[in-house]
């Protein structure tokens, strides 16, 4: 055999033996094929399936669950997300009364002279505010004062008489003001609220509007209430004019 044909025929075999290794790349590694063409897909051999299977114990359940390390347990959840109301007629202080429903003490007696002279003594002017409609008030916290003047802290309290009650734009509660264990007065309170997240601070207010009106019957501040003071008061310290908004031109 010539040198030029031994030469040829060593080409013609390595290009088969690259052609044959090109083949088995594909086979192996499952490349895509065009559409219409069936995909080969690579598959252990039967040794490593035996393999696979004998490594598994005979006593192993493939049913069970399959602990894990990493799970987090999943606390029940309440759907509702507030706390349930409290019972208020379970109630009771130390001397038995429940003063959601009780009556003790009303109209016993009169307090004591150096109480009542605190009670009635006249609002300074200087303590009164106006507002913009021309209703003069007492800041909720000046009754609070007057009430520490006279009972002391820790002396008087409100009880609730019932549930909040939160309707579309108010919020109410009826509460009962007891002072030195008696019970004085009764009143509901309310507060408007413009947007639910301001339920909370409404309920603080209507509790405040409760105080104001149960002080009523103690007499505290009840010049605001007369229409003569009322009329007085407006003539020498406020000035009443009509003024137009900014905005909506309403006066």
Same mark, same amino acid.
């Given at each position: 055999?010539? @040198?030029?044909?031994?030469?040829?025929?060593?080409s013609?075999?390595? /290009?088969?033996?690259?052609? =044959?290794?090109t083949? /088995?790349?594909?086979?192996?590694?499952?490349?895509?094929?065009?559409?219409?063409?069936r995909?080969? +897909?690579?598959?252990?051999?039967?040794?490593? =399936?035996?393999?696979a299977?004998?490594?598994? *114990?005979?006593d192993?359940?493939?049913? =069970? =669950?399959?602990p894990?390390?990493?799970r @987090?347990? +999943?606390?029940?959840?309440?759907?509702? *997300?507030f706390?349930e109301?409290?019972?208020?007629?379970?109630?009771?202080?130390?001397?038995g009364?429940?003063?959601?429903?009780?009556?003790?003490g009303?109209?016993?007696?009169?307090f004591?002279?150096?109480?009542t002279?605190i009670?009635?003594?006249?609002i300074?002017?200087g &303590?009164?505010?106006?507002?913009?409609?021309?209703l003069?008030?007492?800041?909720?916290?000046?009754?609070r004062?007057?009430?520490?003047r006279?009972f002391?802290?820790?002396?008087?309290?409100?009880?609730?008489?019932?549930?909040?009650? +939160?309707?579309?734009?108010? +919020?109410s509660r009826e509460?009962?003001?007891? $002072?030195?264990? /008696?019970?004085?007065?009764?009143?509901?309170?309310?507060q408007?609220y413009?947007d *639910?997240a301001?339920?909370?601070?409404?309920?603080e207010? $209507?509790?405040s509007?409760?105080l104001?009106? $149960? $002080?009523?019957?103690?007499?505290i501040?009840?010049e605001?209430?007369?229409? /003569?003071?009322?009329?007085e008061?407006?003539?020498?310290?406020?000035v &009443?004019v009509?003024?137009?908004?900014?905005?909506t031109?309403?006066?």
């Amino acid at each position: 055999m010539s @040198t030029r044909a031994i030469t040829r025929l060593n080409s013609n075999l390595s /290009r088969a033996i690259k052609l =044959q290794n090109t083949r /088995r790349v594909h086979t192996y590694h499952a490349k895509p094929l065009a559409v219409g063409h069936r995909s080969i +897909v690579a598959r252990p051999s039967v040794g490593a =399936q035996r393999r696979a299977v004998s490594n598994i *114990p005979e006593d192993f359940d493939l049913d =069970q =669950q399959i602990p894990t390390t990493n799970r @987090t347990k +999943v606390e029940d959840v309440s759907p509702n *997300p507030f706390p349930e109301p409290s019972n208020l007629n379970d109630a009771v202080d130390e001397a038995g009364t429940n003063w959601a429903h009780s009556f003790h003490g009303l109209s016993v007696s009169p307090f004591p002279k150096e109480i009542t002279d605190i009670l009635l003594t006249p609002i300074e002017p200087g &303590d009164i505010e106006i507002k913009p409609d021309g209703l003069i008030y007492l800041p909720e916290i000046k009754y609070r004062r007057i009430m520490n003047r006279a009972f002391g802290p820790g002396g008087w309290g409100l009880a609730p008489r019932g549930e909040v009650n +939160v309707s579309a734009r108010v +919020v109410s509660r009826e509460y009962a003001l007891v $002072c030195l264990g /008696r019970l004085v007065a009764i009143a509901r309170g309310e507060q408007e609220y413009f947007d *639910p997240a301001g339920i909370a601070t409404a309920t603080e207010a $209507c509790k405040s509007n409760a105080l104001m009106r $149960c $002080c009523k019957d103690l007499g505290i501040a009840s010049e605001l209430w007369d229409p /003569r003071f009322i009329r007085e008061f407006k003539s020498k310290y406020c000035v &009443d004019v009509f003024v137009e908004h900014l905005t909506t031109k309403k006066k």
